[in-house]
């Protein structure tokens, strides 16, 4: 099945989602995603009927707005969007940055898809004080109407019904998760981000994140972390300590694409951390994941974790 997928969003876990999914139970009640972002997860998730409910929480509330509407109000924001892609051709570069100006001064949720199908790598930026001011990618004009109406339609048929949308703070969302729920986190890397990560207007603190899993451990959650990675010898973010008692699988996710400007080989390589309950419950132990057309598991060689 082709997943749907309405917004290009860097640092999503789209391509790396059907490897991610292997490690989650067959079947389980409610997936949780506090860190969400376009919850390439969810809806990878919700194409193969593993869960029967999901919680889609993202501390960028314009974002869970939007999404809130491809799910429940589908076609609204399909005719909306294709309005005001159809608004760019006389001058695609100046309409671009009208909406953006309209989108940071009123908060219309429903001008946020354009400004996503349109800004430069699908990277989302905010100015210190909390405005949208990433630029326009010149090259292209943004998903066709009727290309973003079948994504659109598509995700709506799998999670309408049966999905809550947040804006919380993550650790708000933890304390009300349950034994039944599967937790996926994806926190924006440490070493990228720094104490202010520019997506979600403040940082994400490696301590009280770890304390934070240190919790769900003594509450038997099962959980997955993709946290830290490294490109060729460049590491993002610290590693989530040994104490947690977490299984380490490693992904290759490719050429990074500054990598690929600048003709090199690096290769991008994300962690994925389960707890010591979903481990245990999928059998799952330490591997690394070459990115192979038959996609060969290699087993992991120790990394002193």
Known sequence: MKIPHPIQYQG????????ILRYLPNR??????????????SVACAARNRAKSYWINDLNKPLME?????????????????????????????????????????????????????????????????????????????ARPETMRENILGVSYLLKGKTIISSLDYKDVLLNVNKDDVVY??????????????????????????????????????????????TGNKTFG?????????????????RSSQATLLKRDAITVESLYLSPQLAEEVAALPYFHRKRKTEQLVLMESRGR
């Open 66 to 142: 939007l999404l809130g509407l491809i799910i429940n109000h589908p076609a609204e924001i399909s005719n909306f969007y294709e309005t005001l892609w159809n608004q760019q051709h006389d001058d695609p570069i100046e309409h671009y940055y009208r909406v953006r100006e309209d989108f940071n001064r009123t908060g219309d949720h429903r001008l946020f898809l354009y400004l996503l199908a349109r800004c430069v790598k699908g990277s989302v930026r905010y100015n210190t004080e909390g405005l949208f001011n990433q630029s326009p990618d010149k090259r292209r004009h943004g």
């Open 28 to 41: 389980f009640p409610r997936l949780v995603e506090p860190f969400a972002g376009t919850a390439a997860i």
């Open 185 to 230: 986190m994806d926190p924006p890397y440490q070493g990228v981000c720094g104490d202010r990560d520019s997506r979600y207007f403040s940082g994400i603190l490696h301590d009280e994140f770890v304390m934070a899993l240190a919790e769900l451990n003594t509450r038997n959650i099962r959980y997955a972390v993709s946290y830290d990675g490294r």
């Open 238 to 254: 610290n590693c989530l300590p040994k104490n947690l008692s977490l299984t380490l699988i490693e992904l290759e996710a490719g």
């Open 12 to 19: 999503s876990k789209r391509v790396l989602a059907s490897t």
